[in-house]
């Protein structure tokens, strides 16, 4: 029995769900596991060393500026998070120490410098991964062919590129860029271990289907609109992986449903405007970013009716 | 009713139950030795003391009466003599409420009741008095003086009756066992609510985790006289389904206007137990002197206990085995709604529905991810995140312009966040510094 006197008044409720910020971190890099997966069945143990050395530079240049900044570290699994989805969105033969500068960017400057988690206006791991694309643009522009674990690396074009030739058919093209066959960023060639990856944060409830639907549909109409072939637009490049576990980033993404589907929106037009008119090949990590920009203009303009709320003339007449 | 497109979807939190502890019959707890009762255990004006001390008084003599119209007299719960005027403080308010405590004599001898010959045959007028001498106060928690609720003013037509069994809240079941028990009573309540208010349609709405209440109550008023006036409705197990606003909103797709009541939209939503009361003030004269309580969460022997007013907690939960080893916390009502109590020398009053033991949450708070999951919970649809930010920050105005008066504090928003922020705390803070803006003014 309880002693009386070590009785304690607390304010309510006196139940909590239990599903913490370092819970959804973690179910985070769960899900992330399947493109990661692919990534490094397709290109091997480079792409495993791109992925350790991001990981690890997020982690520790986190743990130094909390340090730097006299707070608190708490290993939440935000920043392998961070290192884990900018890994993903890198070359797999780009130089190891421009992925830890990369990283270190994303952690220090995207999100500490912001004021930590929670603070960050974009999300990092784009931030970072444009960083490097500012500063080392040829490393970030070549590719290579997917090698596995045993055959040497050939530079190829992405599928988004202008010198992208394939002389299969249509239906075998859609089956590489579905399965992830294809040249590309080390997490965005595999259509099929993305979906799994991102229905699976959609059954957990981690992430609503607001975004990644509103961004996909919109790719694929404007695509469609504009004659483009909408099964290719949505397969290749980074937009499945930027749909479901980047632009789904909480920080950086607005907090009503209405104001969700306009980031979706807002993203899908930007990245076909950047991929038609633009001069860059790909245009989802831009086109993101973008909307991380005005996501607070979003939230602030974006209302939603709360209960009871009556127009005065009505409720006087 | 019936499909809508335009309905907005019903918010909220799935909870778990945690009611099986007591799904038993109610068991009558001893005659207390000693009662404290409270001269204020309603919403509106405190009562004053019509006995001193020395005075013998019997079960169920008034014993404190206020003239003003949002109150409800108390009465004596046990024969005896008064043996001290003393004052404790009220939980929720902190405000320290004058009580008169009594001493048994042991037998228990009411005062004379008063049954009408005909309680059918009633008048408005005298029905609403009797409700009144009562004592009747909304018994969900609220204790909204019952008289006022079922006399809404002169142009304001009820259409809908709610007799509200939902029991929303986790761990309580004694509006469940109440129905399950007297269900006839219930009925006939109702009954009486009806001729006072001559609703359009009245509903029994029980959320579907108590489908034996379901069945026994469909059962019931098939056979009555009422089997074509009243509904049993089965509601969505989803918390805070049994709060008045959001179970208008689930059942009739209507919403009462911020800052409003239920009358404003042709609505008086009365709860299961309160509505027995009703029955038992009109039908057998009984002043409101006793309640059904649930004793759970860490106590050995979890119960429903019949208990008279003014029994001290401590004596409920040794009488259901003590309080186990790891329960660090007394809260008087459930888990979400409640108000932790750690003196146990504090009486059962009107609105005690549950004592409930248990160990309580750490709140740890860190920074808000901005995941959104309080604006999804949120049944008044706000977006408390932006009200606990503004409240932190100081800007209460903001607060105001984003309908913080809206919220009624259920906790759905601090339950689900990620980043443990007591919202609910923020929410309070603002109110209450907005409250005390509007006083200087």
Redesign the interface.
Known sequence: ??P?N????????????G???S??MYLMVLALMFPTAAGVYFFGYRALLVIVVSVAAAVLSEYAVKKLRKKAF?M?GSAIVTGLLLALTLPPTIPLWMVAIGSIFSIAIVKEAFG????NVFNPALGGRAFIAACFSARMTTWVAPMGFGADATTTATPLSSSFIWEGSKLSLYRDLFLGNTGGSIGETSALLILVGGILLLALGII?WRIPVAYIATVALFSLALGQDVLFSILSGGLMIGAFFMATD??T?????KG?IIFGIGAGILTVVIRRFGGLPEGVCYSILFMNAVTPLIDRYVK???????KKAK?EA | MGFNIFKRVSRG?K?AENKSHTEKPIETFPLPEKVTIPLQQNIGAPCVATVKRGDKVLTGQKIGDSERFVSAPVHATISGEVSATTTVINPPTGQPVPAVVITSDGEDKWAELEVPKNPEKLSVKETLARIREAGIVGLGGATFPAHVKLAPPEGKKIDTLIINGCECE?YITSDHRVMLEYGEKILAGANIICKLLSPEATYIAIEDNKPDAIEYMRGLVAKTEFKNNFKVVSLKSKYPMGAE?TLI?NLLNR????G?LPLDVGVVVQNVSTTKAIYDAIFEGKPLIERVVTVTGAVKKPKNLLVRFGAPL?SLIEYCG??????????LGG????????D?DFPVVKGTNCI?T?E??L?RE???????RC??VC?????P??LAKNSKAGRYDECKEA?ID?CF?C??C???C???I?I??YIKIAKSELTKRRAKK
């Open positions: 029995m309880t009386e070590k009785l304690v008044a607390m304010p309510g409720p006196h139940l909590w769900k599903l913490s910020t819970k959804i708490i939440d930590g988690l929670g603070h609503s909480y920080v993404s607005p907090i009503t449903d969700r939603v009716r709360p209960y009871g709320l009556v409720s | 939190v909870l986790p606003k909103k919403e009462v206007p911020i409003g401590r003590g309080i186990d080893g790891k329960a660090s916390e007394v809260i888990p979400m709604m409640g108000i932790s109590q750690p146990l409930l248990k309580s949450r709140i860190q920074e808000c991810i901005s995941c959104g604006v999804a049944p008044m649809y706000l977006l995140t932006v309908y809206d504090e906790g759905a601090a339950y689900t990620p980043a443990n007591p609910v705390q």
